[in-house]
């Protein structure tokens, strides 16, 4: 798990570092929601994030919207830390949709389940299965380039393993796999968890995409491809 | 009270390591902050001293620094009314608490390193 913690006082920010490093989660701190902005509109992925409220030129309620407006960003859990007395925060939260809050000085306690319960809500992976290197590579650039966080696996098995163990959003697997072919990944994949969404992909004529739909898959891509077939089709899946 | 030393650690769950690291980042940190305070009354700022006070509050809150934290609290709703006439008063208590504060941490060194 990789949560961003935004806090301009350092001794607040050093102590939600350490509870959190001390609980083995990898940890980016920032000083200002602007800082913040510009890591996360630079590509950086994280689970969760926690939010100092009172920060100046764009305190936490203002960056929590900020958050809202990105496609892509509005996806990330935000817990809201703040001081006892500033009651009305709550409510404010509320209204601008936080995951969580709590109160300075951060309680180790109090903090971990928190962001724990967050991170279930946190943005799930696009899982590419490929046998082929260099075709898992493509796949895994195009996804990068649209942010979204990206796993791989070479086989069927080891893409049930990840499923299993890991929070996927949706697939994209290549049908011709040696031991397990995508026909068959996709039925294991659904019975696991009818809700992912999967994409097929396999080379021109060789199948029809009605045949494709017929085995229940969410929808199919022909190689060679457009970069921009991939993106649209994730975009248009990705929940 | 001052400094509790007690309610530092606590805050920092037991650890004395890091209570020694906050202390560090406090004693560097406080001067750019009650300067911040002085600069936001001097130029008279209301919107600037509620966050420059705000920020100091989430420090001396960790820290158990009752005295000052009263103080920098009235500062911050000194800036949120935007009534910033008893602010230079204010701040003086707040220094002369800070000053005691330091006092205490340094004392509470002193005494652990023996």
């Known amino acids: 798990m990789r949560v961003l913690v ?36 630079n590509g950086e992925l994280v689970d969760v994030i926690i ?19 990105d496609k892509r960003l509005n996806k990330i859990p935000v817990i809201l830390c703040t001081a006892l007395n500033d009651k009305a925060s709550l409510v404010k939260g509320i209204e601008v949709g936080i995951a969580g809050y709590v109160i300075k000085p951060v309680k180790e306690a109090i903090l971990i389940p928190k962001v724990k319960k967050a991170a279930e809500n946190s943005p799930g992976a696009v899982l590419v299965v490929d046998d082929e290197e260099l075709m898992r590579g ?12 990206v796993m791989t696996a070479k086989s069927g098995n080891d893409a049930i393993e ?9 697939v994209i697997s290549d049908i011709a796999m040696p ?32 045949e494709i739909v017929a085995t229940g898959a969410d929808d199919f891509i022909a190689k060679p491809f457009h970069n921009t077939e991939i993106s649209d089709k994730v975009r248009a899946h990705y929940k | 009270m001052n400094f509790d030393y007690n309610k ?26 009650i300067a911040s305070i002085e600069k936001a009354i001097q130029e008279n700022q209301p919107q600037q001293l509620h966050e420059a006070a705000h920020t100091l509050k989430g420090s001396l809150s960790s820290m158990g620094a009752n ?48």
């Open chain 1, 138 to 149: 493509i796949i895994v650039a195009f996804l990068k380039r649209d942010l979204y966080k």
């Open chain 2, 8 to 33: 530092l650690l606590e805050t920092a769950g037991g650890d004395e390591e890091l209570v020694g690291e906050l202390i560090d980042i406090f004693m560097e940190e406080y001067p750019n902050y």
């Open chain 1, 51 to 69: 939010s100092d409220v009172m920060m100046p030129h764009i305190d936490g309620f203002m960056f929590t919207r900020l958050l809202n407006t």
């Open chain 2, 67 to 114: 005295t000052a934290l009263d103080q920098v609290i009235a500062l911050e709703t000194m800036g949120i009314n935007k009534d910033l006439q008893q602010a230079n008063i204010a701040l003086e208590q707040l220094k002369h608490s800070m000053e005691e504060l330091i006092q205490d941490i340094k004392t509470h060194e002193r005494a652990s390193v023996k």
């Open chain 1, 179 to 210: 031991e397990m072919d995508g026909f068959k990944l996709l039925s294991y994949i659904k019975e696991i968890n009818m809700s992912i969404p999967v994409i097929l992909i396999s080379g021109r004529n060789e199948y029809s995409r009605d």
């Open chain 1, 6 to 41: 935004v806090e301009d006082d350092k001794l607040s920010q050093k102590l939600i570092v350490s509870i959190l490093e001390k609980n083995s989660i990898e940890v980016e701190a920032m000083g200002s929601a602007k800082a913040a902005m510009d890591f996360l509109k």
């Open chain 1, 162 to 170: 990840i499923i299993k163990n890991n929070k996927v959003a949706m």
